[in-house]
């Protein structure tokens, strides 16, 4: 498949239909997709140890999709499929390995790989105007397990 791209804005190329489009007035919805490495959900939210750039990062995507963005995001463990059907995404790990997830793609161009992107990258290259998003401090941990019958409790020993 051959993708004719030229530059448009600020280090961001876009398709030539695309270029098209904005040229003639058209609206175009702008599609961003997020190939996550491989994590225990959708979100990589759960489990004891949280990375706090990832509820934000979660946030900023809702964020864009609050202002039109179609916003589409895979999970390699989750969606082997969809990474190894999409050429883009298998040639960058077929050339950079899994060190190159995430990698977001807008209308099928890398945007951004190897980290998660902030959000006023994100309104940079998708050309939405920035606005603050929520500040996450900390993520709250998970509580430990009770235990139920210990000594000195009926059914304890």
């Given amino acids: 498949m051959l993708l004719l791209t030229v530059p448009w804005r600020e280090n961001v190329s876009i398709s030539l239909c695309m270029y098209a489009n904005i040229q003639l007035g058209r609206k175009v919805v702008l599609?961003?997709?997020?190939?996550?490495?491989?994590?225990c959900?959708?979100?990589?939210?759960?489990?004891p140890s949280v990375d706090p750039a990832l509820p934000k990062f979660s946030a900023d995507l809702e964020w864009l999709k609050s202002k039109g963005?179609?916003?589409?995001?895979?999970?390699?463990?989750?969606?082997v499929a969809v990474?190894?059907?999409?050429?883009?995404?298998?040639?960058?790990?077929?050339s950079r390995g899994s060190n190159c997830l995430p990698l977001l793609l807008l209308d099928g161009i890398i945007v951004f790989e190897g980290a998660?992107?902030?959000?006023?990258?994100?309104?940079?290259?998708t050309h939405v105007k920035f606005e603050p998003g929520p500040i996450i401090t900390q993520?709250?941990?998970q509580q430990p397990l009770v235990a139920i019958g210990g000594p000195g409790k009926s059914g304890g020993s």
């Avoid at 599609?31 to 994590?39: E, S, T």
């Avoid at 963005?69 to 969606?79: D, G, K, S, T």
């Avoid at 998660?116 to 940079?124: F, G, M």
């Fill in 139 to 141: 993520v709250k941990a």
């Fill in 41 to 47: 959900c959708s979100t990589g939210v759960c489990g």
């Fill in 31 to 39: 599609k961003l997709q997020v190939f996550d490495p491989a994590m």
């Fill in 69 to 79: 963005l179609e916003v589409e995001r895979y999970n390699l463990a989750q969606e």
């Fill in 83 to 94: 990474f190894t059907s999409n050429p883009v995404v298998k040639e960058a790990l077929n």
């Fill in 116 to 125: 998660y992107p902030a959000r006023e990258d994100l309104a940079r290259v």
